[in-house]
């Protein structure tokens, strides 16, 4: 399994930018594919972006295609997420996890970290 730790959250204003950073542990972070997910005040966790272990394959949510993008670094063993023209719907506590490598939008394991919060006034 994978533990991972968030940061790079914070109060932005519409339009800005954020990057987000997930830090993991475990020397086999490179063969899985990984992804970020968000749970904005009282809504279902949801998927944001994914990113398969070569870094080469991305798939990202509508909400967000264009806006956000992830990339890994294997030998840091960290997943970035790189967020532009923000929105006030995009506030949300942001979370990442390994992701099942035939639905990129499905988390893998059940346990998460403790998120980042990511807050975009208008």
């Known amino acids: 399994q994978v533990q991972v730790v968030e940061s790079g959250g914070g109060l932005v204003q519409a339009g800005g930018s954020l990057r987000l950073s997930c830090a993991a542990s475990?020397?086999?972070?490179?063969?899985?594919?990984m992804g970020w997910f968000r749970r904005a005040p009282g809504k279902e966790r949801e998927f944001v972006a994914a990113?398969?272990?070569?870094?080469?394959?991305?798939s990202y949510a509508d909400s967000v295609k264009g806006r956000f993008t992830i990339s890994r670094d294997n030998a840091k063993n960290t997943v970035d997420l790189q967020m532009n023209s923000l929105k006030p719907e995009d506030t949300a506590v942001y979370y990442c996890?390994?992701?099942?490598?035939?639905?990129?939008?499905?988390?893998?394991?059940?346990?998460w970290g403790q998120g980042t919060q990511v807050t975009v006034s208008s």
């Open positions: 996890n390994a992701v099942n490598t035939l639905q990129l939008s499905s988390p893998l394991f059940n346990s």
């Open positions: 475990g020397r086999t972070f490179s063969n899985y594919a």
């Open positions: 990113i398969r272990w070569s870094g080469r394959t991305t």
